[in-house]
Nanobody, 122 residues
Framework: EVQLVESGGGLVQAGESLRLSCTAS????????VAWFRQAPGKGRERVSCISTDGRTYYVNSIKGRFTTSSDNAKNTVYLHMNRLKPADTDLYYC????????????????WGQGTQVPGSS
């Protein structure tokens, strides 16, 4: 079985920063491309970022320059650093794994956790 657990979400205000963590169990995360998705109420899941097995990263245009994804293989963890948060960033964030970052839609990924909430309120 593959399973990812998201953590790090919480109350934030516009302009603040937050780091989300995605930790794998049951498999080695470094063997997969890992993407962060976010889902606003009533909407589908949007891929925010992806980090490939060779370290290449990809970002949705709306967050370029503000978010950074990175990995720590020793911790079997992928991070999403979110900086200068905007109200539009208020979502439920998930991470998931795929063979390659060529995969851009949610149905191409596995290992979904319960997500971590970034409510954007205080």
């Amino acid at each position: 079985e593959v399973q990812l657990v998201e953590s790090g979400g919480g109350l934030v205000q516009a302009g603040e920063s937050l780091r989300l963590s995605c930790t794998a169990s049951g498999f080695t995360l470094a063997d997969y491309a890992v993407a962060w998705f976010r889902q606003a109420p009533g909407k589908g899941r949007e891929r925010v970022s992806c980090i490939s097995t060779d370290g290449r990263t990809y970002y949705v245009n709306s967050i370029k320059g503000r978010f950074t994804t990175s990995s720590d293989n020793a911790k079997n963890t992928v991070y999403l650093h979110m900086n200068r948060l905007k109200p539009a960033d208020t979502d439920l964030y998930y991470c998931a794994a795929a063979r390659d970052c060529i995969a851009t839609t949610w149905d191409e990924y596995d290992g979904w956790g319960q997500g971590t909430q970034v409510p954007g309120s205080s």
